[in-house]
């Protein structure tokens, strides 16, 4: 079975480690992702002036590429699925807007086409129980903990994966992968998002609050699927002319853990490049 | 500090504006402060953000220099928990798009350390050109 993929920017450059070992999971479930043949930056971040139609303009583009693909869309990045399927709920919502998006774009998009994050493929077609089976190398004894970030799970009315508040779909998936479920209670606050840009010791202390919260409750590894978490938390952890402390967490993708688990090459991991703390080592001679 | 209250102030641009942009009504926030609570950067904002929307409801022009809307970090979590159901976040991006469509403009690209730009995934830049210029 194939999924219209879009990949977007930063998993085609920066966080190829995530756009490699998605597509492998994928395609050792039986689903083969298939990249839209013609995409564009989503624009990162989903319009919250009501004025501000042009922000709409490119997420549209890339849903009417769906269309012509198929009726669904997967995407891996979190923002990328933030900003698709808000456009998408906002414009089914308003036709006004739908139609005059598609004026402009001389585009005929329909608003068919449903986003999903493959997250929510393996929890809703592929399921747990399923994945379970897959597993030829279960992450008995890793202490993984779960990290939600904002944009996958809010706003509800938009997004409505999963509970805003008291999410579980990683909880879920790590769980199938045999690994022991870290639960602490920062996994929905804010990394910082791009604040990283302007105001980097901001997110720096946020992302430190967040990890070290982990940390206190035994985690190895912090398991994300937004790639500016991972960098958020991740970079303030980098070796340092001071050198290393030893105590760092890697940050990792739930696609590279599934990688591991179902038996995949380590170079279908994807973790040789991206990362500021190696996760490698929590691997080797599984 | 002394602060006149005033009926024109109130029906002024500003809230127009921020109401058009946002597409909230201001007067919906009865400042209950649950979004201040909440709020992962309070610690660092010259003002809580329910007070924002305090100022912004008076009309009250000095709203557009503090940092708290530009500290924003639009994460959402206030939108999630306000009873009373107002879009916080879209009126931060209002102050700052009425902010940004006079001319403002709050990222000096020269000063971004180059080896941060190398390291930085692709959409934190493309994020931050979104949020803090026009
Ligand atoms: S939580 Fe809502 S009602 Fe309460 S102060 Fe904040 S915006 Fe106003
Ligand atoms: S959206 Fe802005 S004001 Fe609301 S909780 Fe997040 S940072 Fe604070």
């Known amino acids: 079975m194939g999924v219209p993929y879009y990949p977007g920017c930063t998993l085609s450059t920066n966080a190829k480690g995530y756009d490699r070992s998605g597509r492998a999971v994928a395609a050792a479930l039986g689903m083969e992702l298939v990249e839209l043949p013609e995409w564009q930056c989503c624009g990162a971040t989903f319009p919250l002036a009501t004025d501000n139609s042009l922000a709409l303009i490119a997420p549209t583009r890339i849903l009417y590429q769906a269309e012509q693909q198929g009726d669904r869309v997967a995407a891996l990045c979190a923002i990328c699925y933030h900003v698709l399927k808000r456009t998408q709920t906002t414009l089914a919502r308003d036709t006004e807007m739908h139609d005059r998006i598609n004026w402009f774009t001389e585009q005929d998009y329909q608003g068919r086409v449903t986003v999903s994050h493959l997250l929510e493929i393996l929890r809703d077609d592929v399921g747990w129980e399923a994945l379970a089976q897959k597993v030829v190398r279960p992450l008995t004894g890793l202490r993984a903990a779960p990290y939600y970030g904002c944009l996958l799970l809010r706003p509800y009315d938009e997004i409505g994966m999963d509970d805003p508040e008291n999410p579980s779909i990683l909880h879920d998936l790590l769980r199938a992968l045999g690994a022991e479920v870290v639960d602490f209670p920062y996994n929905i606050e804010c990394c910082g998002s791009y604040l990283t840009v302007k105001e980097p010791g901001i997110s720096e202390n946020l992302s430190q609050d967040i990890v070290a919260s982990a940390r206190d409750h035994q985690a190895q590894v912090i398991v994300t699927a937004c790639p500016l978490c991972q960098f958020n938390l991740e970079y303030p952890q980098r070796e340092k002319a001071s050198g290393r402390t030893g105590d760092e967490i890697p940050v990792v993708y739930f696609t590279q853990l599934m990688a591991v688990a179902l038996g995949l090459p380590e170079e279908e991991w994807g973790m040789e490049t991206g990362h500021f703390v190696d996760p490698r080592p929590l691997f080797n001679g599984k | ?134």
């Open chain 2, 1 to 134: 500090m002394r602060e006149i209250i005033s009926a024109s102030r109130i029906h002024s641009d500003l809230v127009r504006n921020v109401e058009e942009i946002s597409g909230e009504h201001l007067l919906a926030c009865n400042q209950c402060g649950k979004c201040s609570a909440g709020c992962p950067v309070a610690s660092v904002m010259d003002m809580l953000p329910s007070q924002v929307i305090r100022m912004a409801q008076l009309g009250m022009e000095d709203v557009l220099e503090s940092n708290t809307i530009w500290i924003c970090a639009s994460c959402l979590t206030c939108v999630t928990r306000c009873p009373k159901g107002v879009n916080l976040p879209r009126m931060m991006e209002a102050l700052r798009e009425v902010s940004l469509r006079s001319g403002v403009t709050k990222l000096d690209l020269d000063s971004l350390p180059p080896e941060l730009v190398r390291e930085l995934p692709q959409l934190a830049i493309v994020g931050g050109f979104r949020k803090y210029m026009k």
